[in-house]
């Protein structure tokens, strides 16, 4: 078993609240989460109203489906019209015994 971890940090510069910030998560999260079958959270930056962290989790038989799921989900991030802008992003494979 494989466990995918993927930490995102995002920029939301036209944001101007905390309501505003959590409108905008709370579209990403839900979407990812129907989109890709993942385990979404925000995990950092709860008080700052342009920037946000959220964590994804993946968890697979298979470290190739795993890694490709977790890019995917970077990948729909950047590409939707979200009003963010991925500042950087990490990805971790755990084998899990």
Request: charged share 25%; proline share 2%.
């Amino acid at each position: 078993m494989n466990v995918g971890v993927c930490k995102i940090s995002l920029r939301l510069p036209e944001n101007l609240s905390l309501k505003g910030k959590r409108r905008v998560l709370k579209s990403i999260t839900t979407r990812v989460r129907n989109q890709f079958n993942v385990s979404v959270a925000e995990v950092d930056d709860n008080d700052l109203w342009q920037l946000a962290t959220i964590g994804i989790c993946c968890v697979s038989n298979n470290k190739r489906y795993t890694n490709q799921v977790l890019s995917k989900v970077v990948d729909f991030i950047a590409g939707g019209r979200f009003e963010v802008e991925i500042i950087n992003h990490e990805i971790e494979i755990l084998p899990v015994l």
